[in-house]
């Protein structure tokens, strides 16, 4: 499986930007989506993420009521919403892929076994 992040970009605070993560298949054990952030000197970071079925989803504290995660399995493609962005968003962000079943918790980057390459959003203030 190989995963294509896009969409990042230079905004300012307050704007809004739309990442995208195309899977390059989807198999009987793909699980669930998720994003992750790295900002520079920094350790990763969960963001949010979704189960590829029912599409229930979990997120992050910080970023709750400012990112949305959604699915579109027809395109088996993930999308992150951010709005409000604010210079602390500011980060490479990736999006990973669990597969049969999370070990560690959505929230742990150990239970994702595919990851994109990443893409940078960087909010000025």
């Known amino acids: 499986v190989q995963l294509q992040a896009s969409g990042g970009g230079l905004v300012q605070a307050g704007d809004s930007l739309r990442l995208s993560c195309a899977a390059s298949?989807?198999?009987?054990?793909?699980?669930?989506m998720g994003w992750f952030r790295q900002a520079p000197g920094k350790e990763r970071e969960f963001v949010t993420a979704?189960?590829?079925?029912?599409?229930?989803?979990v997120s992050a504290d910080s970023v709750k009521d400012r990112f949305t995660i959604s699915i579109d399995n027809a395109k088996n493609t993930v999308y992150l919403q951010m709005y409000s962005l604010k210079p602390e968003d500011t980060a490479v962000y990736y999006c990973?892929?669990?597969?049969?079943?999370?070990?560690?918790?959505?929230?742990?980057?150990?239970?994702?076994?595919?990851w994109g390459q990443g893409t940078l959003v960087t909010v000025s203030s």
């Open positions: 979704i189960r590829w079925s029912g599409g229930s989803t």
């Open positions: 990973a892929e669990v597969m049969a079943y999370p070990v560690y918790g959505l929230g742990n980057a150990g239970s994702y076994k595919y």
């Open positions: 298949e989807r198999t009987f054990s793909s699980y669930a």
